[in-house]
T-cell receptor
Framework: GAVVSQHPSWVICKSGTSVKIECRSLDFQATTMFWYRQFPKQSLMLMATSNEGSKATYEQGVEKDKFLINHASLTLSTLTVTSAHPEDSSFYIC??????????????FGPGTRLTVL | GQQLNQSPQSMFIQEGEDVSMNCTSSSIFNTWLWYKQDPGEGPVLLIALYKAGELTSNGRLTAQFGITRKDSFLNISASIPSDVGIYFCAGYGGSNYKLTFGKGTLLTVNP
């Protein structure tokens, strides 16, 4: 159980275009999902908390108009990188809490999406 | 904000050796999670710890929640080549239920 998928696994796009990344909880319902960004050889940086049916909560320094998050159902959250630029190139990873896990605090991560902006 | 100091930053060991890594914090953490990340993949949860003093095993992995609630360690016994990867500690502290990550320990196992 507690499987999280992401699509696509990698994407290459031209500067100025928008890219959508999907995060799905496959075998459980997730009212809360999280989006992280990871640069090479660095740790995970939380970008935003995605709440089903309400607006996402963004971390300080993360542009909400740049990184649009939609959590329209209990199994799907999407991250759209708008007007992407080369500095947006990174590894984006989502996670979700499994409601039936012990104390509901364990976060399970998707396999990540490698974004390269040319 | 809360910070986790993870050490060592990297380790090079021979197959069959035991490995130990740890995380410390200046503030109390209520939950410790240990993850492993392979290149190009998302982190995979290895062990979750919820009580001070708790010692939990998962196969060759053993992790403990420090009594002071400010530290945790992860041990890997009899390492094998597939143990290679980056190990992250993570935790929840105080009333902030955002997961804080350590900077990771890069483990290399020489066959």
């Amino acid at each position: 159980g507690a499987v999280v998928s992401q699509h696509p696994s990698w994407v290459i796009c031209k500067s100025g275009t928008s890219v959508k990344i999907e995060c799905r909880s496959l075998d459980f319902q997730a009212t809360t999902m999280f989006w992280y960004r990871q640069f090479p050889k660095q740790s995970l940086m939380l970008m935003a908390t995605s709440n089903e049916g309400s607006k996402a909560t963004y971390e300080q320094g993360v542009e909400k108009d740049k990184f649009l998050i939609n959590h329209a159902s209990l199994t799907l959250s999407t991250l759209t990188v708008t007007s992407a630029h080369p500095e947006d190139s990174s590894f984006y990873i989502c996670s979700a809490r499994e409601p039936l896990a012990a104390q509901q605090l364990e976060q399970f991560f998707g396999p990540g999406t490698r974004l390269t902006v040319l | 904000g809360q910070q986790l100091n993870q050490s060592p930053q990297s380790m090079f060991i021979q197959e069959g050796e035991d490995v130990s890594m740890n995380c410390t914090s200046s503030s109390i953490f209520n939950t410790w999670l240990w993850y492993k990340q392979d290149p190009g993949e998302g982190p995979v949860l290895l062990i979750a710890l919820y009580k001070a003093g708790e010692l939990t095993s998962n196969g060759r992995l053993t992790a403990q929640f420090g009594i002071t609630r400010k530290d945790s360690f992860l041990n890997i016994s009899a390492s094998i080549p597939s143990d290679v990867g980056i190990y992250f500690c993570a935790g929840y502290g105080g009333s902030n239920y955002k997961l804080t990550f350590g900077k990771g320990t890069l483990l290399t196992v020489n066959p």
